[in-house]
DNA sequence: TCATGTTACGTACTACGTAAAGATT
DNA sequence: AATCTTTACGTAGTACGTAACATGA
């Protein structure tokens, strides 16, 4: 038996429903099952008792519930009153991101404690990134481009697939290093229409076609979305997306070439040698994995 | 930050020392290091401070100490209150066992939480094992024979290592296969010199010279001491009885012949299919790995 | 050099996920 | 059929182990 435990049974208790108390807890509902079953086993007493498919506590339980609600308060108020809350925790935390982890990846932000702090994120290009991290502009960057540097260090949080997206219907006669790109606008170091990428695409490696340049990506999705472009986007990126446009908008990625059909890329968290790797990090970096691995 | 990591804690404020509070928490120093500098972090504050080779509290750490103190009175106050304290539970354990799951082994019963119950403990043979369980006689066995029966399971929980052992002056001219062994006596079933082993000797693929018959581990042991005879054990048995003994007549592995070096063997639970699989057993579980593992 | 604490790294357990199978209205 | 729960099973994160290293008396 754990605190956490009693917080789980405590959030069944008060929603009187184990999927609705899963979804406030934000864990799926055979885990939450699992352990509740776990709970009652240990204890070696009934905590539920299923009537139909409703459940109620039983006086075990109910006592248990209530009990717990006061003890889950004295661990929190110890916690709270030990923790630190001078200047340096409850700042202003300021994130720098590509804009692929902003927009619709920003759920990774519900991972994180944000009591007594704020929050200022900047979406920025890779370059730019491990300079405002550098510089002390911001505290932290996620990217899954990096750029190494002497005063930073990368931090490994996951890796996400890279694929190859466009509409269903655009360019059913090419293949995909044919297809017109919509790419990054920024750095070109390449010709005009093949560039080296700053989505990730693997230049070196295989050549494309860009067609299109832009700032923003959800222009990017835009062209796609009319049937203009293809990108090179990360998965989870374009599921997100997906479950947010109309389904006659909605982008497939395109079985790839070359042996080229599933690229893993890796994502980092860029933090300052001399930054310590504090709670704060492991959070961010617990919400970077929850957003960027296909399972809620 | 969990009850856990607070109740160590408070082991070393109480102890005033790392190792001694590793010691009294039956975990290595290493390990409480870690988590005393995972809660620091977590907590952003500076919980003790080091002055020499000695630890002291920080103020913070002071706080935190006296305050888990009454909470982890709460909360084990909580746990006894709903915990199940009828019959079934307040009862007497009874546990049927191998001899060698006995005696030198005995540390598995540490890992148990004896309080509210007594224990009654019968050392067995194998087919007894099983005939007591699923008569009642006892609650569950332990044995690395399992003797399969309709209304047991055999949970399987972890695997020893057996060896051939004599002490390091006896036989010097014998191979393996040629000395003079001491096995457990019982249910013969071959040759008067040639068994089937109750010590797990597969003697279905390697014979062997059977000179000594007895019934207790200990005397067999003995023997193996006075250079009479050599045997087939668990490895951790006869490190616990090194560790127990003269340096003298400490006990050494014989490096076997035929592939048959290193032979591991499954240890298992027995239960009766009719009983849940509950704490008790869990801890049991638990226990019997920590002693059959050469780790502490 | 011993006592004490930390870092590095391996392993095994556990938490939680998805998929699929009961149960109840 | 739709809703709710449990079972089965895979994976990733964590807890704790040993070994090796650092440091003060």
Redesign the interface.
């Given at each position: 038996?754990?605190?956490?435990q009693l917080r789980y049974f405590t959030a069944i208790a008060k929603a009187g429903s184990m999927s609705r108390a899963a979804e406030i807890l934000n864990i799926s509902q055979p885990a939450l099952s699992k352990v509740t079953k776990l709970l009652q086993?240990?204890?070696?007493?009934p905590l539920i008792r299923h009537v139909g498919r409703q459940i109620i506590l039983t006086e075990?339980g109910q006592?248990?519930a209530e009990?717990?609600l006061t003890?889950i308060q004295?661990?929190e108020n110890?916690?709270g009153?030990?923790?630190?809350r001078d200047v340096?925790?409850c700042k202003d935390i300021k994130i720098a991101t590509f804009e692929v982890f902003s927009t619709y990846a920003l759920d990774f932000l519900n991972h994180i404690d944000w009591d007594q702090k704020t929050l200022t994120l900047h979406e920025v290009l890779p370059g730019e990134l491990e300079e405002a991290v550098a510089n002390k502009k911001v505290d932290v960057g996620i990217t899954y481009m990096p750029v190494p540097h002497p005063d930073l260090e990368h931090l490994k949080v996951t890796s996400i697939e890279m694929g190859v997206f466009s509409h269903p219907d655009a360019f059913p006669d090419l293949i995909q290093n044919d297809f017109p790109y919509v790419v990054p606008a920024m750095p070109i170091t390449g010709t005009p229409s093949r560039v080296r990428g700053l989505d990730g695409w693997p230049d070196d490696v295989f050549s494309r076609k860009v067609k299109y340049r832009v700032t923003l990506l959800e222009t990017a999705l835009e062209l796609c979305r009319q049937k203009k472009a293809a990108g090179f986007f990360p998965a989870f990126i374009v599921d997100l997306h997906n479950k947010n446009v109309d389904k006659s908008r909605r982008l497939i990625r395109r079985p790839g070439i070359s042996g080229c059909r599933l690229v893993k890329t890796d994502v980092y968290i860029v933090k300052r040698k001399s930054d310590?790797?504090?709670?704060f990090i492991k959070q961010l970096a617990k919400g970077i994995r929850a957003v960027c691995s296909p399972k809620a």
């Open positions: 038996m754990d605190i956490q086993e240990e204890l070696g007493v075990h006592r248990l009990r717990s003890l004295d661990f110890l916690k009153e030990i923790e630190n340096s925790c310590v790797e504090n709670q």
